[in-house]
Every structure is written in C-alpha cells, then in structure tokens.
C-alpha cells in the first residue's frame, strides 16, 4: 500500500460501537495528506463488512478542501468479546507534500546544519522516531551554539536558561524551557520515552526550523539590509 500511509490509533477521537464487536472513532486527528496541516477529519459515508472485518470512510479537509479515504481493518474477535479497535487504520493518499528541507544560509554552524537537515530527512521517510531522536539533538544543538563553552554540557532544560542570557529571546526562551521541564504537550515531542505520530513529528521540525530562522538567519538578514542602506541612500533616485 505504497500509496496510503498508517495511522496510529491514538489519533483517533469519540470512538462509536453499533454492536457488530468493532468499534471506530468518529474523528481522525492526521496532518492532511495535501496541504499538510494537522486536521480533524471527520469520518462520513462509513461503511462496515462485518464478514471482511473492515470498515470503510471518507471525509475532506476543512482547509484545502482535499479528499481522503480511511480504512480500517479489525481482529478477529469472539462473540461474547467487548468491541474491538481497529488492528490497522490506513489513509489514501499517502501524504504528498513533504517538509521543504531548508536553505540554511553559511551563519548556521555546519554541525547544526547538518543535524537539522538530518531531522527533516527522517521526517519525510516517515521515520517519526528518528525524527524526535535527531530533533532533540538539534535543539540542543541551536544553543551550544550560543551559550559559553563551559556551558554546553548542561541538559536540555538548563542549556535553554543559560541561554536567556545570550540572546534577546528571554521571555521565549523561558516557556520553552519550562514546556521542557513541566512534560507537557510539547515536552513529550522531545522525550526519548515517547513514541510521536506523524503530528507530533512535523510540530517538532517547524519548531526547530523558527528557531533557526529567528536565532540565525533573520539577525543576519537584519544585519546585511543595515548594511546596504547606507549604500542605496547615497544613490540618486
């Protein structure tokens, strides 16, 4: 199924029953295989075999308006057994737009460079799991890169702090590193314990990719544009 791509069930929302020993959810929680946002698909003109064990459903995305199909294939189950989740959940398409890999301009370190591009590969093979891994390693790459030397062994949440005293982005920083130390939401993209879904996989890249841009690129940006000002000032109009 080249052409389709696997959703954890943990993705799915308000799961239903109508006695026929499956059960599926009323609302898929997947990044949308065209424009690539994460959307709630609603599942609609659901219709279940309950010989083939497998259940079938489409829905659109509220944002670009693009058309997926899911289907859903069940255990065998006995007949007094409780309703059984889906064993696989399956969308078509397979996601067809990938994360641009970045153009990091040459201020970003080279290793940093290295490991956020490594990141973004693994995340467009679907290889979530490598995508976390080498996504931690590029966060903690963004700031040893800004604080001392004798700072970069510290770990994550403490390498971030530090950091508020290098950089103009105290007040970000600081939620950052509490979202980190507090687990939450966003501290669980970032635990090695946790396995993340394809949601949790794209949030990760987007976040490093603002870092980078807001930490690297746009202060250097800034910093050509004030340079050449003075040049074009000095031309006639």
């Given at each position: 199924m080249s052409d389709s791509v696997s959703i954890p069930e943990e993705c799915g929302r308000k799961w239903n029953s109508d006695g026929s020993k499956c059960s599926w959810p009323a609302v898929v929680n997947t990044p949308c295989p065209h424009c690539g946002a994460a959307t709630?698909?609603?599942?609609?003109?659901?219709?279940?075999?309950?010989?083939?064990?497998m259940t079938c459903a489409s829905?659109?995305?509220?944002?670009?308006?693009g058309f997926i199909q899911l289907v859903l294939t069940f255990p065998h189950v006995e007949r007094n057994s409780a309703a059984q989740r889906p064993s696989a959940i399956r969308m078509f398409p397979a996601r067809t737009k990938?994360?641009?890999?970045?153009?990091?301009?040459?201020?970003?370190?080279?290793?940093?460079?290295?490991?956020?591009?490594?990141?973004?590969?693994?995340?467009?093979?679907?290889?979530?799991?490598?995508?976390?891994?080498?996504g931690r390693r590029t966060l903690e790459g963004i700031f040893k890169f800004i604080v001392p030397e004798s700072k970069q062994k510290l770990?994550?949440?403490?390498?971030?702090?530090?950091?508020?005293?290098?950089?103009?982005?105290a007040e970000p920083l600081r939620k950052l590193?509490?979202?980190?130390?507090?687990?939450?939401?966003?501290?669980?993209?970032f635990d090695l314990d946790n396995e993340?879904?394809?949601?949790?996989?794209?949030?990760?890249?987007?976040?490093?990719?603002?870092?980078?841009?807001?930490i690297y690129v746009l202060p250097d940006q800034i910093s050509k544009l004030e340079d050449e000002i003075p040049t074009r000032s000095g031309q006639p109009n």
């Open positions: 709630n698909f609603p599942l609609q003109n659901r219709q279940h075999n309950p010989n083939a064990l829905s659109v995305c509220p944002n670009c308006d990938k994360y641009e890999i970045p153009d990091l301009p040459d201020v970003v370190p080279e290793a940093l460079r290295k490991s956020m591009l490594d990141t973004v590969r693994a995340y467009n093979a679907q290889i979530y799991g490598a995508t976390a891994t080498s770990p994550l949440q403490k390498l971030i702090l530090e950091a508020q005293s290098h950089t103009d982005l590193s509490d979202a980190i130390r507090k687990g939450g939401n966003l501290g669980a993209h993340p879904n394809e949601t949790m996989a794209r949030q990760i890249v987007e976040l490093l990719d603002y870092l980078i841009s807001y």
